[in-house]
């Protein structure tokens, strides 16, 4: 699907508001009809650079490529992209026709392709038979749909996606992924998506691009961002990860909590300080004396799946996910293979994450669904 | 105490609607005395259809309050729009605090103080008679402009910000978007400020007493006027005409609105 290797790209764009950074040096490129994520929390920058592709924000330096010609002085209605809106945008003052059609009459489409074309779109979001229901008398997944057809009947060649599942619920956002997933391998148009859902972006994406602080902290694809996070950050965000100071002994040997671990990372420097990646559903729990690490259990959460449990092993509290019951208190080992073991650069991120000790707080600030306000 | 409660009802719309009987009474009065009802007779109707007068008055009323809801109305949705879009807070509320003004202000004051800007810059400008049609057409604009702002401000406030972004991003220009999906959005808002400030100019007196000249006079400021004489009945047949065509806009207001419930209702079915 891969024809042209760069239909977006963005060089360098830097925006400010009131003086404040919320993209910073920011360069990206985009594939024709690839599936690229924005992933980050509140405040990451995510939703400004989706803005700032589809023209509605100007950035103070840098540049905006589309299929290789600058478009950075295009104003939105000249540009070939469409967006979906957080909340939809729905013209209240339309019926569901109306709303689908409204690009194509924008653009003297002769009605009869219109009604063609409003039909197919109705099929295409399984919206038969709606054409004259009133906006305001749809559901929320319904008004999804509507939203969905209005953009694509126009066939973009992007499509902006901000954040548009994060007003439904669990049950009907996990049907609308595999539906906008679908949709975009029918059509073949690239889709930009933002979310701050981090197993949204892992399941729907070809390629994901995790922001913060308006930098983007990695790229690529699904698999490879979980397996092998750049960073601390990155490691957290994305999953849950025990992240634990270590040294470098050598190629291939880790040293952590005082003890030595094979690994299978190598090119770091000997003596070289690292954070040390576990996720905790690669940690075994063992009885005492059969493992590498001795902890006591400090906390068993039933998460209907697995166990979460909370293990203290010299003062660093380790997530360990697991299907066998165990008891608070009880004294056990912790058994790690080596391809358990992810290791990463130390960076500004360092020593920020990986510990459960503050365990719910952190949640907390993750899970919050916060609307992005970035004007 | 349930009887109590209507006595007091009835005590409440006896004070209220009484005055206005009693003059629709004696407007139907055959002798022109207002304490003898010696007969009934239309008389003082057909009188009223002979006072040229009168006939003129109602036709400047009338002119005079279409033309300044209109011009007030464009202008206040514009004003309404610019306010909207500032950008820092303070700004707003200074500009807001201005818009209020005028309507908190006394209306004399507000009157005197027209009528002296009105003299000074006709004086200046080497006129005769600064006051007339004119001065009161921008006297009238200018007390209705924060009335058509406070109606259409909410509405804008109501509207989703992105739709504006999202009539865009389907490829209209910023015009064609504002007509298309921000104006229909806000139009009940504009249609109640062009409304209230039609019936505002429709019933102003103390500004228009003293911002108008000697040739273009408005009803209110004619029947005050008049009413410095001896009262004819007249009067109170003009009086009675204006009472019931104002029922009758109130009920068929009531009757439009029942009517467009029913049908909303019917759609959310």
Redesign the interface.
């Known amino acids: 699907m891969e024809k042209n290797n760069k239909l977006i790209e963005l060089k360098n764009i830097v925006v400010e508001f009131d003086g404040e950074r919320v993209i910073d040096d920011m360069s990206l490129y985009i594939g024709d009809g690839e599936f690229v994520t924005l992933l980050g929390c509140s405040g990451c920058g995510k939703t400004t650079t989706l803005r700032v592709i589809a023209g509605f924000i100007q950035p103070q330096s840098g540049e905006v490529f589309f299929d290789s010609k600058n478009i950075n002085g295009v104003p939105p209605y000249k540009r070939s992209v469409n967006t979906i809106f957080q909340r939809y945008a729905l013209f209240p003052n339309y019926n569901v026709y109306d709303n689908i059609a409204f690009g194509l009459r924008v653009n003297k489409v002769p009605e009869k392709e219109i009604e063609q074309r409003v039909s197919e779109m109705l099929k295409l979001v399984n919206l038969q038979g709606f054409e004259k229901r009133s906006i305001t008398k749809l559901s929320g997944g319904q008004q999804q749909r509507v939203a969905i057809a209005r953009a694509v009947i126009n066939r973009p060649k992007v499509l902006l996606l901000d954040e548009p599942l994060a007003a439904l619920d669990l049950k009907l956002r996990k049907d609308m992924q595999k539906e906008l997933k679908n949709i975009q391998r029918q059509l073949g148009i690239t889709f930009i998506y933002v979310t701050h859902d981090q197993e949204e972006a892992l399941s729907m994406s070809d390629t994901v691009v995790v922001m913060h602080e308006g930098k983007i902290q990695q790229i690529g694809k699904p698999v490879d961002i979980y397996n092998e996070p750049k960073n601390a950050f990155v490691a957290d965000f994305i999953g849950e990860s025990n992240i634990i100071d270590g040294v470098m002994e050598d190629d291939f040997k880790v040293k952590l909590d005082g003890k030595s671990f094979e690994c299978l990372d190598k090119g770091f420097a000997k003596g070289e300080p690292v954070d040390v990646v576990i996720r905790p559903e690669d940690v075994d729990i063992v009885p005492a004396g059969q493992g590498m690490l001795r902890g006591v259990i400090k906390s068993v959460t039933f998460r209907g799946v697995h166990f979460e449990i909370l293990i203290d092993v010299q003062d660093f509290m380790w997530m360990i996910q697991t299907t066998d019951e165990y008891k608070e208190g009880q004294e056990v080992d912790l058994k790690i293979d080596p391809d358990a073991i992810h290791i990463m650069k130390k960076s500004k991120y360092s020593g920020q994450f990986g510990d459960y000790s503050t365990y719910s707080d952190e949640m907390d600030a993750l899970s919050e669904i916060t609307e992005e306000d970035e004007e | 105490m349930k009887t109590f409660g209507k006595l007091f009802t009835f005590l409440v719309y006896l004070f209220l609607y009484a005055p206005l009987l009693v003059m629709i009474i004696f407007s139907f009065n055959e002798a022109a005395s207002t304490s003898v009802f010696t007969g009934f007779s239309l008389h003082w109707y057909g009188e009223l259809l002979n006072k040229r007068q009168i006939g003129e008055a109602l036709q400047n009323t009338l002119i005079l309050a279409s033309l300044s809801s209109i011009t007030a109305t464009l202008i206040g949705t514009l004003a309404a729009l610019g306010i909207y879009h500032m950008k820092k807070k303070a700004v707003v509320k200074a500009y807001m605090t201005v818009t209020n003004i005028p309507m908190m202000n006394p209306d004399i004051i507000t009157g005197v103080s027209l009528m002296l800007l009105f003299v000074f810059v006709g004086k200046t400008l080497g006129m005769q008679d600064s006051l007339g049609f004119g001065t009161l057409l921008i006297a009238h604009i200018t007390f209705n402009i924060p009335y058509v702002i406070l109606n259409v401000l909410p509405k804008l406030r109501q509207t989703?910000p992105?739709?504006l972004?999202?009539?865009?991003?389907?490829?209209?220009?910023?015009v064609?978007?504002f007509i298309?999906?921000v104006l229909?959005?806000i139009s009940s808002g504009i249609v109640s400020g062009l409304i209230m400030a039609f019936t505002l100019s429709l019933d102003d007196f103390v500004i228009s007493y003293y911002t108008t000249g000697s040739d273009f006079q408005t009803l209110p400021t004619l029947i005050y006027s008049i009413t410095k004489k001896p009262v004819k009945p007249y009067i109170y047949a003009l009086f009675s005409i204006i009472f019931f065509v104002i029922l009758l806009m109130l009920v068929l207001m009531n009757v439009m609105q029942a009517k467009s419930d029913r049908k909303n209702a019917r759609?959310?079915s």
Not at chain 2, 165 to 174: R, V
């Open positions: 989703d992105h739709l972004e999202a009539a865009l991003d389907l490829g209209c220009t910023p064609k978007a298309k999906v229909p959005a759609k959310n």
